[in-house]
């Protein structure tokens, strides 16, 4: 069966890095966000109705085609406040009625260790937040408050390395040709 790995965090919780490592050991391909962020970026402001607008929709063309071509996603997303709130279940929707299956897993981090990583300077390869005052200015202000995701298992990134935090997940969901660390 077919199946999207739904990796959900805050901005600098791991989830492209854990979930290189989860390809790695699975083989499965990482769909990671800031492959269409930085593209739409290039084209239009970040949030403007455009953006959001193809972002979303996009998404749910580019994973519903995937499943229904027999190809198995890691997708990584960080819940924010412009995506639509409905964007999870939507997309949980387009995957089962392409007979996929869709699991939920979110990578936590304390708030101490975010602020760390935000500055670490291995946030520059994709247009990722990497200014502390703006990220800090950003949870001030509510950008990534968003509805609960209902997930099937949550990582704790901070005290394990991304391959740990991989192996885990791939056990955890029972995923093909997981190697030991």
């Known amino acids: 069966m077919t199946r999207v790995i739904f990796l959900h ?8 890095t854990v979930g290189k490592e ?21 084209i239009f402001p970040f949030g403007s109705p ?10 749910l063309d580019v994973i519903g ?8 996603l890691i997708f990584t997303f960080t819940p924010e406040r412009t995506v639509s709130p ?51 200015q950003l949870r001030d202000e509510g950008a990534f408050e968003y509805p609960p995701i209902a997930s099937e298992f949550v990582v704790d990134s901070a005290d394990l390395s991304a391959r740990e935090a991989a192996i885990g997940i791939a056990l955890a969901l029972q995923l093909p040709r997981v190697t030991s660390a």
């Open 9 to 16: 965090g805050p901005p600098a919780a791991g989830k492209y």
């Open 22 to 42: 989860l390809s790695s050991l699975t083989g499965i391909t990482l769909f990671h966000n800031h492959l269409l962020v930085d593209l739409l970026m290039a």
């Open 50 to 59: 455009l953006f959001i607008h193809h972002r979303e929709r996009i998404w």
């Open 65 to 72: 085609d995937a499943i229904t071509a027999g190809t198995s």
């Open 86 to 136: 409905e964007f999870p279940g939507s997309l949980a929707q387009r995957v089962e009625a392409a007979g996929g299956q869709i699991t939920f897993v979110e990578i936590t981090c304390a708030n101490e260790e975010l602020e760390r990583r935000v500055e670490s300077g291995v946030r520059t390869r994709f247009k990722k937040l990497n200014s502390l005052p703006l990220y800090r």
